[in-house]
């Protein structure tokens, strides 16, 4: 069984910061590439960024300058810094990892979501 848990979510003013955590527990192998996804009832789940294992990262292009990814392979955790936050950026957001178990199975898992507010 594996999980994805995000934390770190929460209220914050326009022009604040917020650091999302996410940690994958279970029978992992490795963890190939990780993301964060957002979404709205106004929107569809959208893209906010990816980085591979190695560190290659990838960004909406709106979000590019504001927001950084990375991981921690050793703690099979992945991270989300976000700056100079706008209301636009309200959301649930959603990790996503593409994980092999310990039965050499890949398999892709969503977290169950954490909620940023940001109040203007």
């Known amino acids: 069984q594996v999980q994805l848990t995000e934390s770190g979510g929460g209220l914050v003013q326009a022009g604040g910061s917020l650091r999302l955590s996410c940690a994958a527990s279970g029978s992992i192998s490795s963890i190939e590439t990780m993301g964060w996804y957002r979404q709205t009832p106004e929107k569809q789940r959208e893209l906010v960024a990816t980085i591979s294992r190695l560190g290659n990262t990838n960004y909406a292009n709106s979000l590019k300058g504001r927001f950084t990814i990375s991981r921690d392979n050793s703690k099979n955790t992945l991270y989300l810094q976000m700056n100079t936050l706008k209301p636009e950026d309200t959301a649930v957001y959603y990790c996503?990892?593409?994980?092999?178990?310990?039965?050499?199975?890949?398999?892709?898992?969503w977290g169950q979501g954490t909620r940023v507010t940001v109040s203007s």
């Open positions: 996503n990892a593409d994980i092999w178990s310990v039965t050499m199975t890949l398999l892709n898992y």
